[in-house]
Structures are given as C-alpha cells and as structure tokens.
C-alpha cells in the first residue's frame, strides 16, 4: 500500500486540472461542428498521461537536485519519501512514457505528422522544465513555459487533432488557460523562495523576490479578466 500511495503521490492527481481545463476547451469547440467521442477519450487521455509524465520527471529531478529536502515547505514528492527506489520511478516513468508514445501513434494515424512534432515538443519541454544541462524552470522560465504548454499547444494542438484549424480569436482563447496554469506554478514558487535559493533554483520568484512576483500574479489576473472580455 506504501508503495501505491507513493506512485499516486508521484501522479499527483490534484494537477490534473491544469490539463483538463485546456483539452475541454478545446472539447466544447469541437462539439459546435460533431461529436466525435473516441477523439474526445483521445485527446483527453494524450493530456492526462502527459501531465502525469511531466509530474514524475519533476519529482525525480528536484530530488535529485536536492531540492525536495527537509526545508521544503509544500507537500512530500514520491522520491523524497523514499518508497519508492530510484530504479522503479524510472520504470513507473517509463510506462509512462510508452503509453504517451502509444497514444501520440493513434493521434498521428487519425490526423497527421504535424501530431508527432507536437508531442515531440512537448515532451521535450516537459522533460527540460526541470532536467537537462539548463533547466528553464531552473532560470525564471518556468512560468512563461507553462504558459505556452498549456495554452496554445494544448489548446490549438488538441484542436488540430479534431480537424479546426487554429484563428486569431482561438489562439487568444487558448493563452487563457495557460496563464491561469502559470498562476499555480508561480504560487509554488512564491512559497519555495527561500528553499529555491539554496538549491540555487532561479524562478522568477526568486529573481523577482516576494513582493515583485506577487505583483505579478496580480497582473496576470487582470490579463486574464482581458482575454475573457475580448472572447466573451
């Protein structure tokens, strides 16, 4: 049961949502022109295992950073309980991995390349978000990434597997969803300054220091009250 509990903390469920919102989006878009449910499970099952692949990578890699110690201040990662080896989070991470890869081939078959390239991108920016030689979310990119991976890559690449081709107006609408997304990211990193500054993890919070990225979270709130006023 440890180790079940361990690999549901390393899924970390709760983010889901992030993901969810996006995909339905772009789900309630396409149902104006069919519904289509196998495109639909699709779409939605490509974002669910992707968000649990991007939750694991940056499980093991903060620990292995040292970041996720005792002076952490949020909720205990899988690896840093320690439950689970290093050799099964790789494996875990790995069927992961292969079912992202699985459903990205079922995407390509019912679209076209342009889905691998797609996912290929994000994979890459889900794996150098926290590993890598040169992290971005290690040097205050952190926020502007989540941004566009769950903004319009999420949204216009969900829409493409439904056959709409992106507008002007769609690709606001999709910069929504990625900022409300940033919106967490920066919460966390807010609370983690001082832990990040050990571990010599630049966020932008740690750049910008307490007050200036709360300011910040402001300012985001209200470019997202914009972007809903302009799609309303």
Same mark, same amino acid.
């Given at each position: ?29 396409? !149902? @104006? ?14 974002? =669910?295992?992707?968000q649990v692949l991007v939750n694991l990578l940056n499980d093991m890699q903060d620990f292995? @950073? ?43 078959? !019912? ?9 290929? =991108?994000?994979?890459?920016?889900? /794996? ?9 979310? /290690? ?47 920066? !919460? ?10 050990k571990g010599e993890k630049n966020t932008i919070a740690v750049i910008l220091g307490e ?19 302009? @799609?309303?």
């Amino acid at each position: 049961m440890d180790k079940i509990n361990s690999i549901l903390i390393g899924f970390r469920l709760k983010t889901l949502p992030a993901v969810l919102g996006p995909i339905l989006i772009a789900v309630s878009i396409s !149902i @104006n022109n069919s519904v289509e449910i196998l495109r639909i499970a699709l779409v939605i099952s490509i974002g =669910v295992f992707l968000q649990v692949l991007v939750n694991l990578l940056n499980d093991m890699q903060d620990f292995n @950073n040292g970041l996720d110690n005792q002076n952490r201040v949020g909720p205990l990662r899988a690896s840093q309980i320690g439950n689970l080896s290093r050799s099964e989070m790789n494996w875990i991470t790995l069927v992961i991995f292969i079912i992202c890869l699985f459903l990205g081939f079922i995407a390509f078959l !019912i679209s076209s390349f342009l889905t691998i390239l797609v996912g290929l =991108v994000l994979f890459v920016l889900a /794996y150098s978000y926290t590993g890598g030689p040169k992290p971005y979310g /290690y040097n205050g990119l952190g926020e502007l990434g989540v941004i566009i991976v769950f903004g319009p890559m999420t949204v216009l690449g969900s829409l493409y597997i439904f056959d709409i081709n992106p507008t002007s107006k769609l690709l606001l609408l999709s910069i929504i969803p990625g900022i409300s997304a940033s919106l967490i990211i920066l !919460i966390n990193n807010i609370r983690d300054i001082e832990n990040d500054k050990k571990g010599e993890k630049n966020t932008i919070a740690v750049i910008l220091g307490e007050k200036k990225s709360r300011l910040l979270y402001y300012f985001l709130v209200i470019i997202i009250m914009i972007l809903l006023s302009i @799609n309303a």
